[in-house]
């Protein structure tokens, strides 16, 4: 991917160096849909979704989760206190890191931009998240984000968050390698940013809340993963392969990063076996699909995964 012609987002706390948050570990609630990863340790991988131990979703509620009368809505979060004054490069521990860090800058402002014109276009104002980096852990309003948590976006303080180890992860231990992998993970984050803002977030937790099903292959949790991975594929098509700024192989780099973290494959990884009632992202091949749907269309309204009959 050639990004030396994206803008480059100032709109980062950079928290690398920190102390981060109390122990590491990862406490309070959940954010608004992550990329899961596998941990270290022998039982596997860690989700980040939907606010899991508060919300459930049914799949006779699925019909009702495009925003009312195609508005947009303001994600409703309060404006909170932010560092967001761009990369600082002095937490650089390498040159490979002082590269992906600067890329994953550059992704940020093309998202932003995109996005903005987007919603420009259909007479709505785009409010774009800020970028936590880090290392190791820190606080976030959805409980502390570690390695372990894989990136996330919280609704909460209307930020992302990602470790900036989770790529030497995807790298080591997914398979998953690339800058345009590492862009679609960003890309991804971005969003469930957007669905917070269309106001899809909203009316999922609300759809919920009334049922008891937060987790299975046709559930919200699901559709919401789904709809942010071909979302992140019409950014892909107009930032990116439109613009001129896709090189051969990244279109792969990206298929192969959304089948690296599919419900089944990291089910298997961990365990051994699949269990598609525990399913919350999606299978591999259904990431790889709704990206690559997003990414031929390049129309985020080809997206409606709440509306599709077959994941």
């Known amino acids: 991917m050639r990004d030396e ?3 480059e987002s100032t709109n980062i706390e950079d928290r690398r160096g920190g102390s981060g948050g109390d122990d590491g570990s990862f406490g309070g609630g959940f954010g608004n849909g992550g990329i899961p990863i596998r941990t270290g340790g ?3 991988f860690v989700i980040v979704v939907l606010l899991v131990l508060f919300f459930g979703g049914g799949k006779n509620l699925l019909s009702n989760l495009p925003a009312d009368d195609n508005s947009y809505s303001q994600s409703g979060y309060q404006g909170q206190q932010t560092n967001a004054n761009g990369l600082n490069e002095t937490h650089d521990r390498s040159a490979e890191e002082a590269r992906t860090a600067k890329r ?3 992704v940020l402002g093309s ?3 995109y996005w903005g014109n987007y919603f420009k276009q259909n007479g709505g104002t785009y409010n774009p998240p800020t ?3 880090f290392d190791n852990a820190t606080k976030s309003a959805c409980g502390t984000a570690s390695q372990a948590t894989g990136p996330f976006y919280c609704p909460g303080d209307g930020k992302v968050y990602l470790d900036m180890g989770f790529f030497n992860e995807m790298r080591t231990s997914l398979g ?3 800058d345009f992998a590492e862009a679609y993970v960003v890309a ?4 469930h940013r957007v669905q917070d803002e269309m106001g899809i977030l909203s009316k999922a937790h609300r759809a919920m809340a009334r049922s008891g099903q937060d987790k299975g292959a046709d559930s919200l949790s699901v559709r919401i ?3 942010a991975d071909c979302f992140a594929g019409a950014w892909a098509k107009n930032a990116i392969a439109d613009a001129g700024n896709l090189e051969q192989g990244d279109v792969e780099e990206a298929m192969n990063a959304a089948e690296a973290v599919g419900d089944d494959r990291l089910q298997k990884r961990a365990q051994g076996y699949a269990v598609p009632d525990s399913f919350t992202h999606g299978t591999s091949a259904q990431r790889e699909k709704w990206f690559n749907t997003g990414m031929k269309s390049g129309d985020p309204a080809s997206c409606d995964t709440f509306s599709a009959k077959n994941l």
């Open 5 to 7: 012609n994206l803008r």
């Open 104 to 106: 994953i800058a550059r």
């Open 225 to 227: 993963e789904l709809q």
């Open 131 to 133: 970028l936590v980096i």
């Open 111 to 113: 998202t932003e931009d």
């Open 188 to 191: 991804h984050e971005i969003g």
């Open 176 to 178: 998953a390698n690339g």
């Open 42 to 44: 022998g039982l596997g």
